[in-house]
């Protein structure tokens, strides 16, 4: 089986305006804000991206998600049943970037899978 990346992160944050000062301080980590197909602040590590989300029912502090690269989300969200998760989203087309689905793994942890459109 092949390794899969992580390829992208949701940082919780309540005031993004200032999470993002407070992350480029400490690590250096540049942001945008894009507001299609809603507003984001998405942010560069260096070696993956990620978005700084904004608080709400399902991102909570503490819960950073991680986005996982998928060739088949369906596939995968099988594999997840069979193995003892739940599906917390169906598979759910991003705009023109991608798709992605939900999970919670049989400890509770919430993980997200990405299929990017290109």
Known sequence: MNKRNIVHFDLPA?????????????????????????????????????????????????NVLLYVESDDIAADLETVKSLGGQVAMPETAIGEHGAMAMFIDPNGNQIALWKSAS
């Open 14 to 62: 309540a005031d993004r305006d200032a999470t993002a000062s407070f992350y480029n301080a400490l690590f250096g980590w540049e942001h945008v804000v894009v507001t299609e197909p809603n507003t984001a602040y998405i942010l560069q590590t260096g070696n993956t991206s990620g978005a700084y989300a904004e608080i709400s029912d399902q991102m909570q502090p503490n």
